[in-house]
């Protein structure tokens, strides 16, 4: 089966890509300039910047993939509430040109979307739930998927949260950046009053692979069980690696003006993974312990 991956330079696309091609998948990975995908298997890359209709149809037309996962965005929510046309571009009609490359090939269009979609204010949220974004990325994201709900092939819309696990391409995440600062004896302000279901990236993918292995279809929530604050997240990390927690200083939303609000409290309710695709994520505490590729004493 050929699987065309957009954003594929990214963190997501850097632990799904290795895990399509252990699976024997012919990989069609996309990205925006070179390939920063570290993978010493073989198997295509291609620069293709999904606003630009010609280059996607150049790309469809030439690899007709089967299967689309759709990974590629602008995802930090500050930067879509400072360049609106910008976020609607990637976000929302990049999307857009996608759909209309993959309608004469029918392929199973897969779109990762994402817990921004949600207002925060009821939390664990399920599918059936109606979303209200609070922040304009979660807008152009939502956009994006009433464009999917109209294609007329094949859909999966997976959202998820909060991703975490290793960085592949020396960006940092909340975890790796907090240890770093901490231990050059820099004090870093992390919020207590935002909730989430923190997902560890190696789950994410893995559901991704079973959604294309069953074909499943609609809209799926992927996340990790635990629902915790950033700042306990931090905390748990702090306590593995016995780090200065007078350097990590508990804030509210109220204490730091962001560009863009956040929904306060999201996390998903899984159970429809669970029982259609067999997802099984780790506990957080596992996920913290790969991250960081600390064995398991047990
Ligand atoms: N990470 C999270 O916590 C999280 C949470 C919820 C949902 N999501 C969603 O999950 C997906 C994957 O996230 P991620 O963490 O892997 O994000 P990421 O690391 O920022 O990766 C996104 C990738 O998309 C690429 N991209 C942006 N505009 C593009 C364009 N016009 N054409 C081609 N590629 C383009 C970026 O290219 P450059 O590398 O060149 O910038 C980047 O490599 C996104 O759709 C995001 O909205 C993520």
New binding site residues.
């Given amino acids: 089966m050929r699987i065309l991956v957009?954003?594929a330079?990214?963190?997501?696309?850097n632990y799904l890509i290795p895990e399509l091609l252990k699976r024997k998948y012919e990989v069609i990975a996309?990205?925006?300039?070179k390939c920063?995908i570290k993978v010493t298997d073989t198997f295509v890359y291609e620069e293709?910047?999904?606003?630009n209709v010609q280059s996607v149809n150049h790309v469809f037309s030439t690899y007709k993939p089967e299967v689309i996962v759709h990974?590629?965005?602008?995802?930090k929510p500050d930067e879509c509430e400072e360049n609106r046309e910008l976020a609607f571009d990637?976000n929302t009609q990049?999307t857009i040109n996608l759909l209309k490359a993959a309608i004469p090939l029918n392929s199973f269009f897969i779109f990762?979307?994402?817990?921004?979609v949600f207002d925060g204010l009821k939390g664990m949220y399920n599918e059936k739930d109606s979303p209200t974004p609070v922040n304009y990325y979660g807008q152009t994201?939502l956009l994006a998927e009433e464009k999917v709900k109209e294609y007329v092939g094949e859909w999966c819309i997976v959202r998820?949260?909060?991703?975490y696990g290793r960085p592949q391409m020396g960006?940092e995440n909340l975890l790796t950046l907090v240890k770093k600062k901490n231990e050059n004896g820099e004090v870093f302000k992390v919020f207590t009053d935002q909730l989430r279901t923190p997902t560890y990236v190696e789950d994410l993918a893995s559901a991704i692979i079973s959604i294309i292995d069953n074909k499943a279809n609609g809209i799926f929530h992927i996340s990790g069980v635990d629902q915790l604050s950033p700042y306990e997240m931090v905390i748990k990390m702090a306590d593995l690696f016995g780090l200065n927690k007078e350097l990590i200083l508990p804030i509210n939303q109220n204490d730091l003006k962001e560009k863009a609000l956040r929904p306060p409290f999201t996390g998903f309710d899984i159970s429809k993974a669970k029982a259609l695709l067999n997802y099984s994520p780790v506990s957080f505490d596992e996920g913290l312990r790969k991250t960081f590729e600390i064995k398991n004493e047990n």
């Fill in positions: 957009t954003g330079n990214g963190f997501l696309g996309t990205g925006k300039g920063r293709m910047d999904f606003t990974a590629g965005a602008i995802s990637i990049g990762i979307s994402t817990d921004f994201k998820t949260v909060l991703v960006r």
